[in-house]
């Protein structure tokens, strides 16, 4: 059960949810199946030659907490499955620092489809695929997003009206911001993404640190 402070008092006040468990995998089901035949995808192709799959989000349809990254790498790609390589294996580690496990939040990406080499994504690509990440935020109705690296904290402060607050991640992370979502309030916490705790150590200690403001959440 959420925690009483101030700032969940506010959350609470203004989230409720709005559509029922089988209209929330009714709506996933559609997501998922639209962007199987997303022909009009730049990535399609590169998909269809390399015979990867798009990788569309995982975990609770009811979760609290939603996880936002970049784009999926290759093994996501292969797996179909979010967050499946070594940075996930490490966002793993950081859910149970915090007695969470996958099955308890919703982990996603911006971009659906492998980008050539794992690089960045192109702003073509980025808006090719917001309109399915938009769609899975209606429809988990979080109570916070966390995002994972600068380009997914970069859109979701856009898009839940926090344009004004968006600056270097290291001035950030961590913290807690209010958002306005379609259905309500939403906290969003930017989060460095676990790729950077690899090989750093401190880097590493410094994401279980900031996963703990999550715990409020659990």
Do not use: C, W
């Amino acid at each position: 059960m959420l925690k009483e402070n101030g700032f969940l008092k506010k959350l609470k006040l203004y989230n409720f949810m709005t559509l029922s468990v089988g209209e929330k995998f009714e709506k996933m089901k559609q997501i998922r199946d639209e962007l199987l035949e997303f022909h009009t995808s730049p990535l399609y192709g590169y998909r269809i030659e390399n015979k990867y799959f798009p990788v569309v989000g995982e975990g609770s349809h009811g979760a609290r907490i939603m996880f936002v990254g970049e784009a999926p790498g290759e093994n996501e790609a292969k797996t179909a499955r979010p967050f499946t390589g070594k940075s996930g294996k490490l966002l793993d580690e950081m859910l149970e620092s915090i007695k969470l496990n996958r099955s308890d939040v919703y982990i996603t990406n911006i971009v659906k489809d492998r980008p050539p080499a794992s690089r960045e994504p192109s702003g073509e690509e980025v808006a090719a695929y917001v309109p399915f990440l938009d769609r899975e935020i209606q429809t988990v109705e979080p109570k916070v997003i966390a995002t994972l690296g600068k380009s997914a904290m970069n859109y979701v402060f856009t898009k839940m009206g926090l344009t004004a607050i968006i600056t270097h991640i290291r001035d950030i992370h961590g913290k807690e911001f209010i958002g306005k979502g379609d259905y309500g309030a939403v906290a969003v916490i930017p989060l460095y993404h676990p790729a950077v705790g690899l090989t750093d150590e401190a880097n590493k200690q410094m994401l279980v640190n900031d996963f703990q403001v999550l715990k409020k959440y659990v």
